[in-house]
């Protein structure tokens, strides 16, 4: 049976002069994850949040971190991130050249894993990991920048990362959605299959003059209201 939709909370989008009042807010409306782009400046073209960014954001919270390892090697650096039973932690698949190793190595730590497949990258990249994991993040923008619009053909590869699991006995592994996931795209992803919904510029922290609790209740609106699971369309 399908969740009725989780939110993961873009931290890269997060103003700082407000990120205590805002975690509150997160708090009170029951965020589900606060997700962590890590960036090396390697693996992407950019720097992202880092080691004491993510201590300091343990010290204002218990929400779990969804962190999402756009790094070289992440199979090196696991232990900088106090890794927690309850986090979700992403590596992709182009990110090391023994991604088994990689994901075995991460599983020890007892989160959730996830493999995340970038717009470029094909569905079936991740069919010999399917027994290893727990999720797959399905990259909706090239990994690097907040803001971007969304890839053309996202919603079909959606469709076909859904029906790939399925077929092949992995309907009960979690698929998260992650760039430009709008309240629109946020709904139809939900009709397709998405489990997790990475929120950012695009929703819950978009400049359009509501708050941030109304974005967050607007964004779950849309996922509640998406519809009938796929597999009863």
Known sequence: MRNEGIISA??????????????????????????IDVMDGDFTPNLGLGVDYIRGLRGLTDIPLDLHLM???????????GIRKNDIVTIHFESTVHIERAVEKLGSFGCKVFLAINPGTPVYSCEELLDSVD????????????????????????????????????????????????????????????????????SIFKKNGKTLRENIRSLRASIGAAGLPYSEC
């Open 135 to 202: 999720g797959i993040s399905l990259l909706c923008v090239n990994p690097g920048f907040a803001g971007q619009p969304i890839v053309k053909g996202s919603f079909n590869k959606m469709k076909r990362l859904r029906e790939f699991l399925d077929e092949r006995g992995y309907g009960g592994l979690e698929v998260e959605v992650d760039g430009n996931i709008s309240n629109e795209n946020a709904g139809r992803m939900r009709e397709l299959g998405a489990d997790i919904f990475v929120a950012g510029s695009s």
């Open 71 to 81: 790094i070289e090697r992440p199979e090196e650096k696991y232990d900088w991130f």
């Open 10 to 35: 873009s931290m890269m989008c997060e103003d700082l002069v407000h990120l205590t009042e805002d975690i509150r807010i997160f708090e009170e409306e029951s965020m589900d994850y606060l997700h």
